[in-house]
């Protein structure tokens, strides 16, 4: 399994910015996927995920602001974030994950200047 992440830049604090993640298999459509980020200094944290079913689930510090999707038919899980604040920026990791599986994208770089 390969998962390519894109999307990533520099925004200004309120902007909005789109994160997509594609992958590859067919293991995909039972995958539960997610989003994680890690800023400077600081631990990798969740973001948010989505099971093969569409339940959704959303840290705390993106609730209201950032919106999980995937599309099965293509093997792409995306990330809509609104209202970004300078806080959110880090390194953001696309995950897919199944009972007997873990696997990690390479990351993209978001940065929100104030």
């Known amino acids: 399994v390969q998962l390519q992440a894109s999307g990533g830049g520099l925004v200004q604090n309120g902007e909005s910015l789109r994160l997509s993640c594609a992958a590859s298999?067919?293991?995909?459509?039972?995958?539960?996927m997610g989003w994680y980020r890690q800023a400077p200094g600081k631990q990798r944290e969740l973001v948010a995920t989505i099971t093969s079913g569409g339940s959704t689930y959303y840290g705390d510090s993106v609730k209201e602001r950032f919106t999980i999707s995937r599309d099965n038919g293509k093997n792409t899980v995306d990330l809509q974030m609104n209202s970004l604040k300078p806080e959110d920026t880090a390194v953001y990791f696309c995950?897919?994950?199944?009972?007997?599986?873990?696997?990690w994208g390479q990351g993209t770089l978001v940065t929100v200047s104030s």
């Open positions: 995950n897919l994950r199944t009972r007997a599986a873990d696997y």
């Open positions: 298999g067919s293991i995909f459509k039972i995958a539960v």
